[in-house]
């Protein structure tokens, strides 16, 4: 059984975005960290390394779609424990919505064959749309599970894994394969070795394009019409005084009342 | 950072050391300094099980069997940490417990000891100084006195970091009678050999997560083969391992005083006096900018001793320089960045309070300024001649 974790590589969580009045936008770390792995492809990175561990997964291949900089998302999941990473990238792939992602996604899990479950992120921080792994396995024809807070079983054809929902969580079973999208319940992800550091960087990661996948037109059918930026929240403090604590919290409830906030 | 000194494989190893220590030491932080005390062996664990302990040392005892420029990486992130303490522990176990261990102890000994230090299982320790003979280490009173094919200890040791947490010392005590640095031997205690005790765990100015100890040696034996090196190399053994500790020292400090310049940048770009941010007073922007320009200067000094140590030179006079201008240094900025924080600088809800404090090891600890000094003049010759008798 292989397994596919399906990665991009993002901006750090503490960059800064900023959206120009011509729409264009950029994404600027003031600390000058680096692009990352998506801070929620960790747990999905972790939850195919266990898969491996504890499920008896073969392989456990990390994909991203993107330039040549990404493959230091992918030296990520190599230094985690993935065994195997490939390159999605191709000029043709430039400007890909999710629909043109999940499209080449689906197609590079069909030529790694014989995948049975694919693990996404539950969104990636910079789109943050979510989209993609439900699209992916429309591509596929497979079952998506999304919202994944826990893999309890896999076997016998099928795997049984708890979703975590607004009110609650459920338990549901699904004939493989399955494209499953994680949250950040369901485990806590490692860190990259030393040792699995130095491996990674060693790595050749092969580079599938178009040609390899078979697949053309990706583009994208969404058309951004108008980007701007959200007007800067406007607000004011005030000190609530007294001379006592007493007096002080019945001043805020007042206030509180007054402002209909309770 | 782009970087002659440092590769894309060298930028994912800082960037994983950084989230250990934002993720597994600064969230810990105040909790730690109040207990006095952080857990070693826990986080010791963590950090051995990710091969952090044993960079530079060979593959075949777990070690990652790479250069020094990896565990300056590795300094250079812990001494970013919200608090000195840990990391002085962390490099208590990489940097001056188990250098002499690593290079001149037996293969049975690295295995028994060493081996365990790299995967963190085992909490090292350093124990040279003695209540009356600290940086004056050819001062020691410590005995190790051979009986049959043992030797017994008797003696105290203090200032010993990680000292209440320790499996094992790297000990210097006296074998011979020969006076000064020849009759002594370095030496592997276990402490939890017959006769080993915890006399007290200091309290201390800073540096308070990390417990600090008095150590008791009343007729403690060990096996002649815990002994690191020929008997009576000790003194020469010890001062070799003393380069690495004070590179380690120096690197830590280089990045501490950094963090502590750039948050004190972020403070004075958020605080306004008379209408104007802080940082716009020439006076400010210009001592901030003229403090960097010290810290970088001390950065390059430490990266040619990196070079210096990985070619294989004594790097005994640069190190010494190093260590001298860090610690002199690391004051200058404490003080400096404190005096701009202000009343916010004073107060222990700030950890400008708390770097202030960790800063005074530096001058005083793993041989102080004064006794750098003497290496210096010794090295330049320029020490007072010894009248003839």
């Known amino acids: 059984m292989k397994v596919v974790v399906c990665t991009k590589q993002t901006p750090s969580t503490t960059a800064d975005l900023t959206v120009r009045p011509d729409g264009s936008v950029s994404w600027d770390d003031p600390g000058g960290k680096p692009n990352v792995v998506n801070p929620w492809d960790e747990y999905s990175i972790e939850e195919g390394i266990r898969l491996k561990e504890n499920h008896g997964a073969s392989d456990v291949i990390a994909l991203t779609m993107g330039g040549d900089e990404s493959q230091e998302a992918l030296k990520t999941a190599l230094a985690m424990g993935c065994t195997e990473a490939i390159l999605l990238s191709d000029a ?33 921080i910079d789109g943050d749309t979510g989209q993609t792994a439900v699209q992916t396995a429309r ?32 338990t549901v079973t699904a004939p ?74 019945a001043k805020l409830v007042a206030k509180l009342f007054e402002e209909k906030v309770i | 950072m782009s970087s002659i000194y440092f590769n894309a494989e060298h930028e994912a190893f800082r960037q994983m050391v950084r989230k250990f220590v934002e993720t597994e030491i600064n969230p810990h932080v105040e909790e730690w300094e109040a207990a006095g005390i952080f857990p070693a062996h826990q986080l ?88 009356g003979a600290g940086s004056d280490v050819a001062g020691i009173k410590t005995w190790a006195r051979r009986d049959g094919g043992d030797y017994l200890i008797n003696g105290s040791k203090m200032w010993i970091t990680n000292g209440t947490q320790a499996d094992f010392l790297c000990l210097l005590a ?48 060990v096996p002649e083969a815990n002994r690191i090196g020929p008997e009576g190399m000790g003194f020469i053994l010890q001062m070799r391992q003393f380069q690495r500790e004070r590179l380690a020292g120096t690197l830590m400090g280089v990045s501490g005083m950094e963090k ?36 970088e200067a001390l950065r390059q000094l430490a990266y040619h001793c990196v070079r210096l140590y990985i070619a294989g030179e004594d790097v005994t006079k640069e190190v010494s320089m190093a260590k001298l201008k860090g610690g002199r240094l690391s ?51 320029i020490l007072p001649r010894r009248k003839k008798a």
């Open chain 1, 92 to 124: 043709a792939f430039a400007g890909a919505d999710t629909l043109g992602t999940a499209k080449v996604l689906a197609a590079a899990i069909n030529k790694v064959g014989d995948v049975q479950i694919a693990i996404f992120g539950k969104s990636a």
């Open chain 1, 139 to 170: 591509k596929l024809g497979w079952t998506p599970l999304t919202f994944v807070s826990a893999i309890t079983a896999v076997g016998n054809g099928q795997i049984t894994v708890e979703r975590l929902l607004d009110d609650g969580k459920e």
């Open chain 1, 176 to 249: 493989l394969p399955v494209v499953i999208s994680t949250v950040k319940e369901i485990n806590e992800p490692r860190y990259p070795s030393f040792m699995g550091i130095r491996k990674a960087s060693r790595a050749t990661i092969p580079v599938w394009g178009a040609g390899d996948l078979g697949v053309d037109g990706v583009g994208s059918k969404v058309d951004w019409s108008k980007v701007y930026a959200l007007p800067a929240r406007e607000g004011s403090v005030e000190i609530i005084d007294g001379d006592s604590v007493q007096q002080k919290a």
């Open chain 2, 44 to 131: 010791f664990k963590k950090m051995g099980n990710l091969g952090l302990l044993g960079l530079t040392y060979p593959e075949e005892y777990g070690g990652g069997g790479v250069d020094y420029w990896y565990q300056t990486i590795l300094m250079e992130e812990i001494g970013k940490a919200d608090a000195a303490g840990p990391p002085l522990g962390i490099a208590v176990q990489t940097d001056m417990a188990t250098p002499a261990l690593a290079e001149n102890g037996s293969d049975t000994l690295k295995r028994e000891y060493l081996a365990p230090a790299i995967a963190g299982d085992l909490v090292a320790a350093i124990a040279i100084s003695e209540p």
């Open chain 2, 174 to 221: 006296r074998t011979s009678d020969e006076r000064g640095f020849r009759g002594m031997s370095l030496f592997v205690v276990p402490t939890q050999a017959a006769g080993f005790s915890v006399s007290r765990k200091l309290d201390k100015l800073g540096h308070r997560s990390s417990d600090t100890a008095i150590l008791a040696f009343d007729d403690v034996r």
């Open chain 2, 260 to 295: 502590m310049i750039r948050r004190t940048i972020t403070y004075c770009r958020e605080r306004e006096t008379f209408g104007q941010p802080l940082i716009d007073n020439q006076y400010i922007h210009f001592r901030i900018a003229e403090l960097l320009t010290e810290v």
């Open chain 2, 331 to 381: 004051r200058e900025v404490a003080d400096t960045c404190l005096q701009f924080h202000g009343g916010m600088g004073y107060v222990e809800e700030y950890p400008m309070a708390r770097y202030f404090r960790d800063s005074r090891l530096m001058s005083v600890g793993g041989g102080a300024d004064e006794i750098m000094l003497g290496i210096i003049a010794k090295y330049e010759d």
